[in-house]
């Protein structure tokens, strides 16, 4: 037994595992377990982190200047209010670290992003999971959970895994719901994707209510995920709170460049939506045909029921087998389930033959 203990909370956490990136044996492969970008990165970004390179040796703007105020003007939003990070991730982990603590909780939805739990078992408090209803946030279950121990609520919208969202009104009745002393944090990383008319990504009620944050990301519709580049908006409040507690360069220089330049390739953002526009109906139908049970998504990912665990799991090793690799979602609660990234219109089409021959064999 080691003599060195750490903070409560830690050791009850179950380390994060990342999707598959390779299957033993197959090449070439379709990864479709992290939701990325199906069309990769912008030329544009690509070209401008190449001609970063001849600058490695200087530091960063610490105050990723250039890049906010690019935000800024791409989102219609106040540079001074954004705060840049190593991706989402780095920022919701300061958002917990600066107002949780032990003896707190962390709300969150049933079958919300797993570093929710984490982060906060992190810094010792405690995460509460609301039940959801039909695999969406349920804005009374969650207001139902609320105590005076509750510090922090974070809803992912749209969620990961499952796809869903909460409609722009739903979220305003539980921020309504909450005491101005807990912070809602919006995560809204897959917000690009998202074209319904009751759905709003949170900048509307940060601009509103002191106590809402919205982060968002680089990695998805940007295709950007190797660099880990992220955002938030918050009220000024909170930004000076972030600003104090985060990493002094904690954004590296390519990535600052290279995001400037993504927000500029307003093509390349159009076509990815395109390509999940046209594949994530198809892909879905196409399940269903199969009478497997694809969850509503507005994501770049379709989840897709297979009625048990082992069913799921014989379908991942199948997809794997024909070089496809999905995400096993179980640590989420969804063992019954796996999650499929919406990639290319070839890898989509290679995606649902290998389904097909899946059920087929098993009849």
Not at 32 to 46: I, R
Not at 278 to 302: Q, R
Request: aromatic share 8%; glycine share 8%.
């Amino acid at each position: 037994m080691s003599a060195l203990t750490p903070r409560p909370g830690i050791m009850k956490i179950s380390p994060y595992v990342p999707g598959k990136d390779s299957v033993d044996g197959k090449e070439p492969i379709a990864k479709l377990s992290s939701n990325e970008g199906a069309l990769g990165p912008s030329p544009k970004a690509m070209a401008a982190y190449a001609k970063a390179a001849a600058e490695l040796h200087r530091y960063p703007d610490g105050a990723t200047e250039k890049l906010r105020q690019a935000i800024g003007r791409h989102y219609g939003l106040d540079a001074n209010r954004i705060i840049c990070g190593s991706g989402s991730d780095e920022l919701l982990n300061l958002l917990v670290r600066a107002y949780c603590g032990p003896g707190d909780e962390l709300l969150y939805s049933q079958y919300g992003f797993l570093m929710y739990p984490i982060n906060a078992l992190g810094v010792g408090a405690t995460p509460v999971a609301a039940p959801e209803k039909d695999y969406r946030a349920d804005v009374d279950a969650m207001l139902a959970k609320v105590t005076d121990k509750t510090r922090v609520v974070c809803l992912a919208n749209p969620n990961n895994p499952t796809g869903s969202y909460v409609t722009k009104d739903d979220v305003r009745r539980l921020q309504a719901g909450l005491p101005k002393t807990v912070l809602l944090v919006i995560d809204a990383a897959y917000a690009e994707y998202v074209s319904r008319n009751d759905y709003e990504s949170g900048v509307e009620l940060v601009d509103q209510a002191e106590n809402v944050v919205m982060t968002r990301t680089f990695s998805k519709i940007y295709g950007m995920g190797g660099l880990r580049l992220g955002w938030m908006y918050a009220s000024a409040t909170v930004t000076d709170v972030i600003s104090r507690l985060r990493q002094p360069f904690n954004v590296n220089l390519a990535a600052q460049i290279a995001g400037i330049a993504a927000l500029e390739d307003i093509a390349h953002t159009d076509a990815s939506r395109t390509n999940n526009d046209i594949w994530l109906p198809w892909l879905s139908a196409e399940t269903a045909k199969l009478d497997l049970k694809p969850l509503p998504s507005v994501g770049n990912f379709l989840t897709v029921g297979f009625g048990s665990k082992e069913r799921a799991a014989a379908a991942n090793d199948w997809l794997m087998n024909d070089g496809l690799i999905p995400r096993m979602i179980a640590g989420y609660g969804l063992p019954e389930h796996l999650r499929i990234t919406i990639g290319t219109e070839a890898e989509v089409k290679a995606v649902q033959a290998s389904l097909a021959r899946f059920v087929a064999q098993a009849q």
